[in-house]
């Protein structure tokens, strides 16, 4: 249950910050591969970062629901959240299976900015969108865990003090059920020394992401979150949070490209008059918008069922589909109306444009998403 908060008022309170980020920051970001490390100290400084931590650990005490208008709100700026929404949905599973302790010891110092909770790593070479197929192994000792194995795609490792790590802890041609024997691991980077090594993957966003390697990491037995070897349904509770916040960011960027694209076709005269009344402009921005609604319909029905407790499995799926695919719709429509301008980096459509691209595919596949609906909804065979 989240506490009573105006969301009109806390739409215009988080808009205020992030346009107080000119595109002129984002751009030399973007252009210089940099972290936007004020933006992120702007939205900490502010506690937007710690909505979901109880109040009791310094935190907002708020749900998704207002968190997902934080995301939105952000992205539709034309700022953008990925270097930061980690703290946000990874939060999940230390609240739902964290121990007392675990809370205690870390939610009050994530909330007041002191540490910074913005890694989670599940991918691996090897095992791509099957996780059950994970082979970083975290073997039992007196004391606690040494852990050895690659995770792929790590992203923010530089910025982070603490990393959420599922690894296996029993083989899986040992467990009965092939998404059991999986384990979740609060791991403190500060004391993994040189255990823990990364490598920074060059892509076409600016996404601080990494190989990892993890040799012969020790683990104390208080790291470990939930229960031992159901690792797996604990990252799939946070999960849901993850979708809805994720569809929120789309929005806020399908938002972005629809307000910069109308008022530009509006503005732009070819032929005598403006673009924009050619249906070869307006229309794909107007299905844009449609798509962008239907989206944010479900996306606040996902949110309202997430903090009502109810299973918000589906409704934060097909969220995240709908709201990728919406902004991925929006950025190519905006492109459109742009015509080369789109591609001339001080209009920052092209850079948008590869961030929201990326969606589609992360932190899950669209067609992982299908297959879910299919499974599940529908009662289809998994591709
Ligand atoms: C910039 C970036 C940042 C990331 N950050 C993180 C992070 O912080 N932590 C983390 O753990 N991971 C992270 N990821 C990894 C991301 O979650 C994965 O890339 C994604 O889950 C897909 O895995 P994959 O790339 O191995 O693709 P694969 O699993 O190899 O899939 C390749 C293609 O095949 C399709 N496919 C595979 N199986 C099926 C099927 N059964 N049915 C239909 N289609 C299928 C997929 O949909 C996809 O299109 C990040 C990725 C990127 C690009």
Redesign the pocket.
Known sequence: MSAAVDVSALRVGVRELALSFEQSYWRKCDADREYPEQFVQALTDAGWLSVLIPEEYGGGGLGVTEASVIMEEINSTGAST?ACH?QMYTMGAVLRHGTPEQKQEYLPQIAAGALRLQ???????D????TTRISTFARRTADGYVVNGR??????MQHTDLMLL?ARTTPRDQVERRTDGLSLFLVDLRQAGGSVRYEP?D?M?N?E?NAVFLDDLELPADALVGIEGKGFRHVLDGMNAERILLASESIGDARWFLEKASAYAREREVFGRPIGDNQGISFPLARAYANMHAATLVRDRAAALFDAGEPAGTDANIAKLLASEAAWEAANAAMTTFGGYGMAVEYDIERKFRESR?YL????????I??HVAGHVLGLG??
Do not use: Q
């Open positions: 990925s980690a890694a989670f790593a599940v991918t691996e070479p095992a791509g969108s099957d995770k792929m795609w790590i992203s923010r599922l993957i892509t966003v996404h992401t990326l595919v992360a932190p899950v596949s669209n067609n992982l299908l297959n998994r591709s």
